[in-house]
């Protein structure tokens, strides 16, 4: 790689460089009211006894103003009490038409008891808690989650827990899948007494009204796609993996740093899951970014390359931190736990590693070129001016 101090041209496209990656991360990070922005989570619990049903839906105030754009008067993409207060009408309507309850086909009219926010990590959500009737044995019930359906390049999820007659299950609304459905049914306790008590839960398309046949505890494809789409959706982790492997190393080198990030992103991934070890997201947010920063600058600024596995195995610590989050919000109960988690991981390894196969051809393709030396000079001082604009917005803004 050539080491000589670049050029006074060279620094003019060097500063070119920087001020349109300042340009494309603002027209990114700036609001859109017609889309989902990454990464727009909600959280239903529903909880079922002989009495009533009660819904509970948690979902972000950035989606909320994104979804009724007039909320936000001031225009400073808070959602304030007073605006809850003022808008009380349209937000429940709202969570009215964006949400059903239907005993088979036959939707049913929920009561909106409460809507306050309530702050999960270092983000506000809008939470509202809705009751319906009691359902008897032989319902099926059907959950539908229409919020940005519309919109065919959503990132939108909707992570669902559910404790039905003492049951819990969990699912995952996400794409064009919005319908989750369950069927109650009567079993007999040692008693002799009979409850009832959720048979089967799935994710179905729209259109599914009918009993589910096959048993499912926990939907376990939906918790891969929805690790799939989590590192899909996660940017900056991967720029972290292109800094890492921009850099030309030997594949034994690759093939460490790989598996390095693998069991460091797992087991912190694992601990805080579980709820053994966890940090604040602030901090966890911050250290990503940093650590995009640090691995780009050794791009730079390093003549070799040697042992990148032991600090990639640091900062992959830190990495499953921050995939922890969304599943650790769900609050799964400890007996669905493992498969739930397994599975996610799974996904988020899935597209890691085909990533890293796609851009190894690429990458060895441009190590033959008289130009690489320029494209790693360049790109990482890109990937620093990207990593520095995350770290200062989530240390301070």
């Known amino acids: 790689m050539n080491k000589k101090i670049p050029s006074f041209l060279g ?23 017609a889309e989902a922005h990454a990464y727009s989570a909600s959280y239903t619990k529903i909880t079922m006894d002989s009495k009533h049903t009660e819904v509970v839906f948690t979902l972000d105030t950035l989606s909320v103003i994104e979804l009724v754009p007039k909320l936000d008067a001031n225009k400073n993409f808070v959602l304030e009490k007073s605006e809850i207060t003022k808008n009380k009408h349209h937000l429940e ?17 929920p009561t909106i008891e409460s809507m306050k926010l309530v702050k999960k990590e270092n983000k506000e959500y809008l939470s509202t808690t809705m009751t319906f009737p009691a359902f008897a044995p032989g319902d099926t019930i059907n959950y539908d989650d229409g919020f940005y359906y519309h919109d065919t390049a959503t990132n939108y999820v909707d ?3 559910a404790s039905i007659y003492g049951e819990s299950s969990e699912g995952v609304i996400q794409g064009k899948e919005r319908t989750w459905t369950f069927l109650v049914t009567e079993v007999q306790q040692e008693q002799g007494q009979t409850t009832q008590q959720p048979d089967t839960t799935q994710v179905q398309p729209e259109s ?10 926990t939907s376990w494809f939906s918790f891969f796609k929805l690790g799939m789409l989590h590192i899909l959706t996660g940017y900056d982790h991967l720029l972290f993996l292109l800094a890492l492997l ?10 460490a740093i790989v598996t390095a990030f693998t069991i460091a992103h797992s087991i912190t991934l694992s601990l805080a899951v579980l709820g053994w070890f966890t940090l604040p997201s602030r901090f966890v947010e911050a250290a990503i970014a940093f650590s995009i920063c640090y691995v780009a600058a050794e791009n730079i600024f390093r003549k070799e390359i040697r ?31 493992a498969v739930a988690l397994l599975n996610f991981n799974l996904g988020i390894e899935a597209v890691q590693l085909t990533i890293v196969l796609l851009l190894l051809p690429l990458l060895a393709y441009l190590f033959k070129l008289k130009i690489y030396g320029k494209i790693v000079f360049y790109g990482s001082y890109a990937i620093v001016a990207l990593g520095a604009i995350w770290l200062f917005q989530r240390l301070f803004l």
């Open 11 to 33: 620094f003019k496209r060097l500063l070119s460089t920087i001020m349109l990656s300042l340009s494309l991360i603002a027209f990114i990070l700036s609001p859109k009211p």
């Open 93 to 109: 309507e709202l969570i009215e038409e964006g949400l059903t309850l239907d005993k088979g086909n036959k939707e049913q009219t």
């Open 159 to 161: 992570l669902i827990t």
């Open 208 to 217: 599914a009204a009918k009993p589910v046949e096959k048993p499912a505890v």
């Open 246 to 255: 921009l850099r030309k190393q030997t594949f034994k080198q690759y093939a």
């Open 307 to 337: 042992y990148r596995w032991g600090i990639t195995f640091l900062f992959g610590l830190i990495h499953g931190l921050g995939f922890a989050t969304i599943l650790r919000e769900m609050n799964i109960p400890k007996s669905h736990l």
